[in-house]
C-alpha cells in the first residue's frame, strides 16, 4: 500500500535522509566519535535558535526542557506570571506550582492570542519570570514573542519560551529578541527523531541559576553546560536521536532559515485559503496570529472527519487537544512538508466533507 500523507502536529514526518543516518551500529558517548556529531549538532543548534549561547541537548521531550527551565532558575515560592491561552501554557502552569512557585496566571479565552500589555499587569516587583508559550499548539494561536522581550530586556525579569512547535517553523530570534530562555523538542518543526530537547539560557538566566534552590539532579543545566564544552553528556543521551537530528539540521540549514520560514508560511496560507473555500474556518479568532505550523479550524464534525481521510485518503492529520477534541482539527505544515503534500490533503478534504 501506498504510503501515508502525514500532517500530524507531533511528532512530524521523518525525511528519509534523517532515517538513513540512524541506521548503524551504536555508538559509545564517550568516544570522540561521539562528540564529532554533538559538536556539529551545537553549532547547528545555535544557529537555528539565533543565538551565540550555548544550546544544551536534553535527553527527554519537549517537557523535560520545560521542567529543567523550572529547576534551575528559580527557587520555591518564587513569583511567577504565566500567559494561558491553551493547553500547553497550562501545562507550564500547572508544573510551576508543583514545583512550589507563585504562580499568576494571566488567562485569555481559547483561541486568542496572549497580547504583552495585559501580560505585564499581572507582573509586581516580586515577579521573578514570564513564561509564554510561542505557539499554542492546541489552539493554532502564536504569540507575539518580541514584543515580550522588549518589555522585560532592562528588568532582572526572566522571559522563559516554549518554542516546540515554533523554533525551526516560526521565526524566533533568541538574542535580538531579549528571551533569556527558550527551549524546544527534536519532533515537531526540526522535523527529527522524538526523544530530545534542546534548551538555551543568556548571561541573566545563567545569573538566575546561581541563586535558584528547586532540587534538581537529572536535568542540572550548569552540569549539561559544563559537559557542554566538550561536546559530551553528563548522562548516556539519546545517542541515535542525536544522529537524527543532526541529520535534520543540516537539512535545515542547507534550505536556509528564511526559506523555511517562508515555505511554512505558504504552506499554512494554502491550507488556510483552502479550507475556507471548503467553508471551514479557522479556530483562532484573528487570521494574524494563526500559526504557521499548526493550523487550527473549527468544525463540529471533527473526529468524524480526521478518522475518514485517514481512513479513505491515507491523509493523517491531527484532531482536537483535550476540550477542544470534538469541534475542532489541527493540521500540521511543520518539518518535512511540501506543497503536493498540502494539495493532496485539499483534494482529500474536498472529498470527505462532501460525504459528511
Ligand atoms: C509538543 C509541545 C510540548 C512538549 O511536548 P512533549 O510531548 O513533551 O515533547 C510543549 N509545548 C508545546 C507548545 C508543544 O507543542
Same mark, same amino acid.
Given at each position: 500500500?501506498?504510503?501515508?500523507?502525514?500532517?500530524?502536529?507531533?511528532?512530524?514526518?521523518?525525511?528519509?535522509?534523517?532515517?538513513?543516518?540512524?541506521?548503524?551500529?551504536?555508538?559509545?558517548?564517550?568516544?570522540?566519535?561521539?562528540?564529532?556529531?554533538?559538536?556539529?549538532?551545537?553549532?547547528?543548534?545555535? %544557529?537555528? @535558535?539565533?543565538?551565540? +549561547?550555548?544550546?544544551?541537548?536534553?535527553?527527554?521531550? /519537549?517537557?523535560?526542557?520545560?521542567?529543567?527551565?523550572?529547576?534551575?532558575?528559580?527557587?520555591? $515560592?518564587?513569583?511567577?506570571?504565566?500567559?494561558?491561552?491553551?493547553?500547553?501554557?497550562?501545562?507550564?502552569?500547572?508544573?510551576?506550582?508543583?514545583? $512550589?512557585? %507563585?504562580?499568576?496566571?494571566?488567562?485569555?479565552?481559547?483561541?486568542?492570542?496572549?497580547?504583552?500589555?495585559?501580560?505585564?499587569?499581572?507582573?509586581? %516587583?516580586?515577579?521573578?519570570?514570564? @513564561?509564554?508559550?510561542? +505557539?499554542?499548539?492546541?489552539?493554532?494561536?502564536?504569540?507575539?514573542?518580541?514584543?515580550?522581550?522588549?518589555?522585560?530586556?532592562?528588568?532582572?525579569?526572566?522571559?522563559?519560551?516554549?518554542?516546540?512547535?515554533?523554533?525551526?517553523?516560526?521565526?524566533?530570534?533568541?538574542?535580538?529578541?531579549?528571551?533569556?530562555?527558550?527551549?524546544?523538542? !527534536?519532533?515537531?518543526?526540526?522535523? /527529527?527523531?522524538? /526523544?530530545?530537547?534542546?534548551?538555551?539560557?543568556?548571561?541573566?538566566?545563567?545569573?538566575?541559576? %546561581?541563586?535558584?534552590?528547586?532540587?534538581?539532579?537529572?536535568?542540572?543545566?550548569?552540569?549539561?553546560?559544563?559537559?557542554?564544552?566538550?561536546?559530551?553528556?553528563?548522562?548516556?543521551?539519546?545517542?541515535?536521536?542525536?544522529? $537524527?537530528?543532526?541529520?535534520?539540521?543540516?537539512?535545515?540549514?542547507?534550505?536556509?532559515?528564511?526559506?523555511?520560514?517562508?515555505?511554512?508560511?505558504?504552506?499554512?496560507?494554502?491550507?488556510?485559503?483552502?479550507?475556507?473555500?471548503?467553508?471551514?474556518?479557522?479556530?483562532?479568532?484573528?487570521?494574524?496570529?494563526?500559526?504557521?505550523?499548526?493550523?487550527?479550524?473549527?468544525?463540529?464534525? !471533527?473526529?468524524?472527519?480526521?478518522?475518514?481521510?485517514?481512513?479513505?485518503?491515507?491523509?493523517?492529520?491531527?484532531?482536537?487537544?483535550?476540550?477542544?477534541?470534538?469541534?475542532?482539527?489541527?493540521?500540521?505544515?511543520?518539518?518535512?512538508?511540501?506543497?503536493?503534500?498540502?494539495?493532496?490533503?485539499?483534494?482529500?478534504?474536498?472529498?470527505?466533507?462532501?460525504?459528511?
Amino acid at each position: 500500500m501506498k504510503k501515508d500523507i502525514l500532517l500530524m502536529v507531533g511528532p512530524t514526518i521523518v525525511p528519509e535522509r534523517v532515517i538513513k543516518s540512524m541506521n548503524t551500529q551504536v555508538i559509545s558517548h564517550r568516544t570522540p566519535e561521539f562528540s564529532v556529531i554533538a559538536k556539529e549538532l551545537n553549532e547547528n543548534l545555535k %544557529k537555528v @535558535f539565533q543565538t551565540e +549561547n550555548e544550546v544544551m541537548t536534553l535527553t527527554g521531550s /519537549g517537557t523535560s526542557s520545560m521542567e529543567a527551565a523550572i529547576q534551575n532558575c528559580f527557587s520555591i $515560592g518564587d513569583e511567577v506570571v504565566i500567559a494561558v491561552n491553551g493547553v500547553f501554557s497550562e501545562r507550564m502552569a500547572v508544573m510551576a506550582e508543583t514545583f $512550589g512557585l %507563585k504562580v499568576k496566571r494571566a488567562v485569555y479565552p481559547m483561541g486568542q492570542e496572549a497580547d504583552v500589555e495585559s501580560v505585564m499587569g499581572f507582573v509586581t %516587583k516580586e515577579t521573578k519570570g514570564v @513564561f509564554i508559550v510561542h +505557539n499554542e499548539s492546541s489552539t493554532g494561536v502564536f504569540n507575539n514573542i518580541e514584543k515580550f522581550g522588549e518589555a522585560l530586556k532592562d528588568t532582572d525579569i526572566l522571559l522563559i519560551v516554549d518554542s516546540v512547535s515554533g523554533l525551526g517553523g516560526l521565526n524566533l530570534e533568541v538574542d535580538n529578541w531579549h528571551v533569556d530562555v527558550a527551549f524546544t523538542a !527534536s519532533q515537531k518543526a526540526l522535523m /527529527g527523531p522524538p /526523544g530530545l530537547s534542546f534548551i538555551t539560557l543568556n548571561d541573566k538566566a545563567w545569573k538566575a541559576c %546561581k541563586k535558584a534552590d528547586i532540587p534538581k539532579f537529572y536535568f542540572d543545566l550548569a552540569q549539561a553546560k559544563k559537559m557542554n564544552a566538550f561536546a559530551q553528556h553528563p548522562w548516556t543521551p539519546a545517542v541515535y536521536s542525536i544522529m $537524527g537530528m543532526n541529520e535534520a539540521l543540516k537539512m535545515i540549514l542547507e534550505e536556509g532559515l528564511q526559506n523555511v520560514f517562508e515555505r511554512h508560511n505558504k504552506l499554512s496560507k494554502m491550507v488556510i485559503n483552502g479550507m475556507r473555500e471548503l467553508g471551514i474556518n479557522l479556530y483562532p479568532k484573528e487570521e494574524r496570529y494563526a500559526s504557521k505550523t499548526v493550523n487550527t479550524f473549527k468544525f463540529d464534525k !471533527s473526529p468524524i472527519f480526521v478518522n475518514k481521510i485517514k481512513e479513505e485518503y491515507g491523509v493523517v492529520i491531527s484532531g482536537g487537544q483535550d476540550s477542544l477534541f470534538n469541534c475542532t482539527f489541527r493540521v500540521g505544515t511543520m518539518g518535512y512538508v511540501t506543497e503536493t503534500d498540502i494539495a493532496t490533503y485539499l483534494y482529500a478534504a474536498n472529498k470527505v466533507l462532501k460525504k459528511i
